[in-house]
């Protein structure tokens, strides 16, 4: 979705706009039919040409395939943009690093200016969560990240933890620009449920969409679950897939927790009349303090819902803009007892929790219009084409 606004939003501006992008569904881990057999697809959309390509679908959280998806899509990707018309600015998000450094190249061989955004601080992240260990993957890996910070004329960093993981490399502060997430305003509040959750009409919904990954701490939900089963009108519902997904299911039938219901991921354009049914969103992380500077795409998508936000999380960037916006309640990590207090804080007083919602609204209102920030986006490359 931030791409595809920043993306119209230089359309907007008068500028031809090529983008370069994978075919292959990485959720179902499959390449739909139409692509089958061809490494390369070329289309005009919405005036926007859109070069899809190959990489290989297997991608899961094992190193090998991680690194053959993210190889194969650099090596096509820089292709496809060798076939498009001479650009004035190339744009490349990370992670991944090899499509970030094969960008990073093609502006050079291309004579043009180069723009990266950093989404994750890879390997930082991958390192400090224990997936990547090999020490020479960590050499190399650190070496690409050298050259595309070295490369890039500008850096866009999506939240204060990964600008100032950037500087850290010693990389000069008027080089790196603050672009975070956002909320599209037209969109959110005021959606109508339209898909029927599987819980009780005036039940309390503490609710989570999104990945059921690594970086979620899902096990706190369900513990905190287990210790709501005594408030019969209050339901936890996880939206979403991921690889954890059916051991998160294993255990709360193991546990029994009729309280708790799983939903399949949905795509992102309903997901606001998935959160129109909730009455308080739940973001809970690792006690790691990797997540300190996290400040995720859900927390946005929270706000633009008008929905009270609990913040399972380290002390750090998303629990100061939940202080700061008034938008909901943050709570140690991985503590289920205490996200149980949470939830049925805002169970008892669901007036209270329906203001933190339209506080956590208005707040990014001000603060994190997407509009707004696409528009910065466009200023950050029209910057760098003069």
């Not at 990707?77 to 990073?104: E, F, K, N, Q, T």
């Not at 999104?210 to 287990?226: I, N, Q, R």
């Not at 960037?317 to 996200?339: F, H, K, Q, W, Y």
């Not at 956590?360 to 029209?382: K, M, N, S």
Request: hydrophobic share 45%; aromatic share 6%.
């Amino acid at each position: 979705m931030r791409h595809w606004q920043h993306t119209r939003a230089l359309a907007r501006a008068g500028h031809d706009v090529t983008v370069v992008t994978s075919y292959v569904q990485h959720k179902e881990r499959s390449v739909p039919e139409r692509y089958r057999g061809r490494k390369m697809v070329h289309d005009v959309e919405d005036g926007i040409d859109v070069w899809r390509t190959y990489s290989t679908p297997g991608y899961g959280r094992d190193l090998r395939s991680r690194i053959s998806n993210y190889g194969t899509f650099a090596w096509w990707s820089a292709i496809a943009g060798m076939r498009s018309p001479r650009p004035d600015v190339v744009v490349a998000s990370s992670p991944s690093l090899p499509s970030a450094a094969a960008a990073a190249a093609l502006a050079r061989a291309r004579r043009a200016r180069f723009v990266l955004e950093v989404r994750d601080l890879f390997p930082d992240s991958a390192i400090a969560m224990g997936l990547l260990t090999d020490r020479r993957i960590i050499a190399v890996s650190r070496r690409l990240e050298r050259f595309c910070y070295a490369r890039a004329d500008r850096i866009v960093a999506l939240t204060e933890g990964i600008r100032d993981g950037i500087l850290a490399q010693g990389v000069p502060a008027g080089k790196v620009e603050l672009i975070t997430n956002g909320v599209d305003l037209e969109i959110g509040d005021g959606a109508a449920p339209t898909h029927a959750a599987p819980v009780p009409d005036d039940a309390f919904v503490a609710m989570y969409v999104g990945a059921h990954g690594t970086y979620s701490s899902l096990e706190t939900v369900l513990d905190a679950a287990d210790r709501l089963r005594a408030d019969g009108d209050t339901r936890v519902v996880l939206v979403g897939g991921g690889d954890r997904k059916p051991a998160l299911v294993e255990e709360a039938a193991q546990r029994g927790l009729a309280n708790v219901a799983f939903v399949d991921p949905v795509p992102k354009r309903e997901v606001p009349s998935w959160l129109a049914r909730a009455d308080a969103c739940i973001l809970p992380y690792q006690d790691n303090p990797l997540f300190a500077g996290a400040l995720p795409n859900k927390a946005f998508d929270y706000l633009g819902a008008a929905r009270p936000i609990i913040a399972s999380a380290p002390t750090g960037e998303l629990t100061r803009m939940v202080e700061a916006a008034g938008c909901g309640v943050a709570v140690p990590p991985e503590d289920g007892a205490a996200l149980a207090g949470a939830i049925r804080s805002l169970a008892a007083d669901r007036e209270g929790a329906r203001r933190m919602g339209e506080q956590g609204r208005a707040y990014a209102l001000e603060h994190y219009d997407r509009a707004r920030l696409a528009a910065r986006f466009v200023a950050v490359v029209e910057s760098v084409a003069r």
